[in-house]
């Protein structure tokens, strides 16, 4: 069983920059392929990135590649999300993922790909 907890939403001015951070419960956290995912208001939960065991591999949506990032810290049990150039399309909520499935696959860009999520973290971009 893994716990995540969001963290780092808030407001910010087009343009600008968040880090969001999603640090997990459990031994086997750097076992474990991580994901976010973001669901705006009146829309499906989309994904926005993904991360493999080790870190070596990682997927981004097309809306966010070149502006997000994606990170991770295994010796503190920790996924990070660096936004730049943050845009108003980017607000919404944004949810942290575990998956089981250590090694990236195309799973990996949709929920059912993984196994575990936090409870997600508001992010708004104002224009």
């Known amino acids: 069983q893994v716990q995540l907890v969001e963290s780092g939403g808030g407001l910010v001015q087009t343009g600008g920059s968040l880090r969001l951070s999603c640090a997990a419960s459990?031994?086997?956290?750097?076992?474990?392929?991580m994901g976010w995912f973001r669901q705006a208001p009146g829309k499906e939960r989309e994904f926005v990135a993904a991360?493999?065991?080790?870190?070596?591999?990682?997927y981004y949506a097309d809306s966010v590649n070149g502006r997000f990032t994606i990170s991770r810290d295994n010796a503190k049990n920790t996924v990070y999300l660096q936004m730049n150039s943050l845009k108003p399309e980017d607000r919404a909520v944004y949810y942290c993922?575990?998956?089981?499935?250590?090694?990236?696959?195309?799973?990996?860009?949709?929920?059912?790909?993984?196994?575990?999520w936090g409870q997600g973290t508001q992010v708004t971009v104002s224009s």
């Open positions: 991360i493999s065991w080790s870190g070596s591999s990682t």
């Open positions: 459990g031994r086997t956290f750097s076992s474990y392929a």
């Open positions: 993922a575990a998956s089981t499935r250590s090694t990236l696959g195309s799973d990996h860009r949709r929920n059912y790909g993984y196994d575990y």
